[in-house]
């Protein structure tokens, strides 16, 4: 058996970023170290691998980073949800409320076809409301949830409270 | 023998996008397809295996996708390249000219270690503007470039002219 990397201190913390009094989670210190993103990658690719996932969906642009290795070890396709504006084919639009103001994010409408199994990837679960805003988009798409898998659960936002419909899988939780 | 994806037909052409008298490579097409998705990045980490690369780097957004999963599939690490602001510890910055106007791009100052090989992917080699400049930061950093990979090569824009002096490798030439 080979020793496992406790995946939690990979994670650096930054202080009052990306504003004063946040404290960020900074993953590129896991991801540089290659043992400790394969380690991350095979953890949540495992979870899923007997849930015949058609395909798995990220959103722009950290959750790419996951979401794309963890489809390639499923043999999975991906959809990249992004920003509006930066699909190029038919979208469809969902908008959502932030701490301040909303946010629009987008998926290509022949994205999903009706009935596959979707696994949602995100590097962070804070308040929810984005994961629970392309899971919407999913659903309207016709599109099952197999799963909402994150990196990391900042536990005392709650996030989870808002995605209680979704089987939701997170490794490692702050 | 498994029978070949022809991934060229994978990719789609979406006219005028982002502005009229553009034709874009639009890869999502490719990237829902499981199977030409696993080949992709089969074939790109394959051209490397023997290269003793310690990280991949890739570019914000698209190249993520790819970086990430042939990260993964050597079992490198992996070094996100992003837009202005993004990352959160001390970075690196290159800023270079585009068509109009200028770029910068950031990387973290502890992304790479002196005689790290860097492999460098993204998704689509242009007027190469973007790949040097970035090649440049890792040269900075004590980086040895073992590779820049693109998933889809614009022959008639010439950017492997601004590439000379490191070895290119595009899966799609087009």
Chains 1, 2 share one sequence.
């Not at 939690?8 to 930054?14: L, Q, T």
């Not at 629009?104 to 696994?119: V, W």
Request: charged share 25%; glycine share 10%.
């Amino acid at each position: 058996m080979i020793a496992e990397i406790d995946l939690k201190k990979c994670i650096r913390d930054i202080a009052d970023f990306p504003k004063p009094g946040i404290l960020f989670k900074d993953i590129t210190t896991l991801l540089k170290d290659g043992k400790a993103f394969a380690q991350t990658v095979d953890a949540l690719a495992q979870k899923y691998k007997n849930e015949k996932i058609d395909k798995v969906l990220a959103i722009e642009a950290r959750g790419f980073i996951f979401g794309a290795a963890v489809a390639y070890k499923l043999g999975a396709g991906f959809i990249p949800v992004r920003k509006k504006g930066k699909l190029p084919a038919k979208t469809t639009s969902v908008t959502y409320s932030l701490e301040y103001g909303t946010d629009t994010l987008q998926m290509h409408e022949d994205a999903i076809k009706s009935g596959e199994n979707i696994l949602i990837v995100d590097d962070l679960l804070a308040t929810g409301g984005t994961a629970n805003a392309v899971a919407g988009l999913v659903k309207k798409m016709g599109g099952k949830i197999a799963g909402i898998a994150f990196l990391i659960e900042l536990v005392d936002l709650k996030g989870i409270e808002k995605l209680k419909e979704y089987p939701v899988y997170s490794l490692i939780k702050c």
